[in-house]
């Protein structure tokens, strides 16, 4: 219990603070992503290194910090932030059992990291958050009024995000993550 509430804290806190500090880069139009999305990366390296049982940390963490900079929960605009937000956080985790059923989820091999295979993952999570919430968010013109941009934009700042998240955490935090054998 103890390891799955500190598992879950670290996962609510990546998720939380990688999404605070890129909301100076948010674009007015949701339509937009914004042009790094870090909390694409914390989301994709939870389930990574703490396995499935992080998806309450991860989901806790992007409603807490969607709350703190969108404001307001019922108006429309919100409930489908809300929503975007759970597809973020169950597409790591969807994304790593299609890769476990092609048997290309080989990410760790004793302390080492399989890159190849963490950006493939980073990119086939991006690809199904931004499909999947292209069939949730409304494109009839009024919030989503092009979509091609907006699959365009989502795409490449989740997977820009994820990148660069996944690379500074693996850059600096390699030796204690092979200390208490995360990896």
Do not use: C
């Amino acid at each position: 219990m103890k390891q799955f509430l500190t598992y879950n804290l670290i996962a609510f806190l990546a998720v939380l603070i990688s999404r605070l500090i890129i909301v100076p880069f948010d674009h007015v139009d949701i339509s937009i992503g914004n042009y790094i999305w870090l909390p694409m990366g914390a989301a994709i390296l939870a389930p990574l290194l703490f396995g499935f049982k992080s998806l309450p940390g991860v989901v806790a963490g992007y409603f807490l910090a969607t709350f703190i900079s969108k404001g307001g929960v019922w108006e429309a605009i919100h409930i489908y932030s809300y929503l975007g937000k759970l597809i973020d956080s169950v597409a790591p985790i969807a994304s790593i059992l299609m890769m476990r059923f092609f048997h290309l989820s080989d990410f760790f091999d004793s302390g080492k990291i399989n890159y190849a295979h963490v950006m493939f993952l980073v990119i086939l999570a991006s690809f199904v958050a931004t499909v999947a919430k292209v069939f949730v968010y409304p494109m009839n013109g009024k919030i989503i009024p092009d979509p091609s941009l907006f699959i365009q934009t989502y795409l490449m700042s989740d997977i820009l995000g994820g990148v660069v998240f996944i690379y500074l955490i693996f850059k600096f935090f390699t030796p204690q993550l092979i200390k208490n054998k995360l990896i």
